[in-house]
Every structure is written in structure tokens, then in C-alpha cells.
């Protein structure tokens, strides 16, 4: 059996980088893609593709951070720390009342099911395993301490939900768009896509 040492030094190795290389090559253009395709790996914009492919070979291991969410900040105060580069207008204190004392150190995780999931069926999983959706005070905060991280996948916080009154639901979001940092609202009943990762904190926080 190859040890620890034994796999590094494989994984290390030329040859190995060169045939990961040659299947990668293969298959972007078996999925219609070009050369510079390829060549954008090599580009700041690249970063956050290879990012992706990172995040996929480990699977579903869970990604944590520790936030510090100040309560004595307004809700506006939350927004303008992690300077966006656009904001929804309806995210206000009005739809979205931020309630607590203080400053709470918390540890945020993120949820990535790599499938389409419904939020009822995203918050069931997180309840198995003892968390609760993040409240929009904790995804901000998340995106306030951590803002390449929308750049990698989309973020959502079904914690805390507002109802238009078009009857839908609405959750705050971090994704990466158009070469911004946005916070908008999507809907609680959307099924999300595989990209999406969803906060969440443990159920004792």
C-alpha cells in the first residue's frame, strides 16, 4: 500500500502534471471548447475556473470560517463593510430586521450538495447534521471577511426570507456577475442549481 510520502511524491511528479493536462485538453474540446479556452486557465480570470475544478476533486468536504457579526451595526452598516459592487434596493431593515446584542463570534459553513436541490430540501440536510440555514447578518458578515469567495460559486442564506408581495419568497445571495460582487435576492422556491453553496451555522448559535 502507497503511502502519504509515496502519493505526494506521485502527485509531484511531471509526468502525472502532463497527463492531467493532456485529459483536461481533451476534454474542453469534447465539450466544444478552443484553445483559448484553454489558454484562459493561464489568465486572473482563470483562477476562479481552476477554483471550481479544486473544489469538485474534493468533493463534499465542508468549507468553514469564522465570522464576527457585530450587532450594534444597522443593516445598511453590514451591506456598506463589504462593499458590493451592486446591492438589491429591497435588501433593507424593513424586509430583512436584524435582531441580537452585541458582537457573536460564529463559524459559518458552507453547504454544497454538487446536485439541483429545492431550499426545503437544502435546509432538511443542514438540520441532519446539526446546522441551520445562515440569517442574513451572518452572510454578510461572510461576504464582508471573505469577498473573492462569491467568486468561486454563488452563496445563498436561507435563513432569512422576505415576502414580496408578488407572494415569492426571497433569500439573500452573493454570486459573481458581470465582473461584479452582487447581493441580490432570488427565490426561496427556486431548485438550485448544482453551483449553489448555502451558509449555515450550528443550531446552538
Do not use: C
Not at 471548447?33 to 481552476?50: F, K, M, Q, S, V
Not at 479544486?54 to 463534499?60: Q, S
Not at 470560517?65 to 450594534?72: A, E, I, P
Amino acid at each position: 500500500m502507497s503511502s502519504k510520502l509515496d502519493k505526494s511524491a506521485i502527485v509531484g511528479g511531471a509526468g502525472l502534471v502532463a497527463s492531467i493536462f493532456t485529459m483536461l485538453v481533451k476534454k474542453v474540446r469534447e465539450a466544444g471548447g478552443t484553445d483559448e479556452d484553454i489558454h484562459r486557465l493561464a489568465t486572473p480570470e482563470g483562477e476562479n475556473l481552476l477554483a471550481k475544478i479544486a473544489y469538485l476533486i474534493v468533493g463534499n468536504v465542508r468549507q468553514t470560517f469564522k465570522v464576527l457579526v457585530d450587532y450594534s451595526k444597522t443593516l445598511a452598516e453590514m451591506i456598506q463593510a463589504g462593499h458590493y459592487d451592486w446591492v438589491n434596493s429591497d435588501i433593507t431593515s424593513d424586509h430583512f430586521p436584524v435582531k441580537g446584542s452585541g458582537q457573536q463570534e460564529k463559524e459559518v459553513v458552507l453547504f454544497h450538495f454538487g446536485r439541483n436541490i429545492s431550499s426545503d430540501d437544502a435546509i432538511a440536510e443542514m438540520t441532519k447534521a446539526g446546522y441551520r440555514p445562515a440569517k442574513v447578518e451572518e452572510l454578510l458578515d461572510l461576504g464582508a471577511s471573505q469577498p473573492e469567495l462569491q467568486k468561486q460559486f454563488p452563496i445563498v442564506g436561507l435563513g432569512s426570507a422576505w415576502q414580496h408581495p408578488n407572494g415569492h419568497r426571497y433569500v439573500p445571495s452573493l454570486y459573481w456577475f458581470d465582473a461584479k460582487r452582487n447581493l441580490d435576492l432570488l427565490w426561496f422556491e427556486s431548485d438550485w442549481d448544482e453551483d449553489y453553496h448555502f451558509a449555515a451555522v450550528r443550531n446552538s448559535s
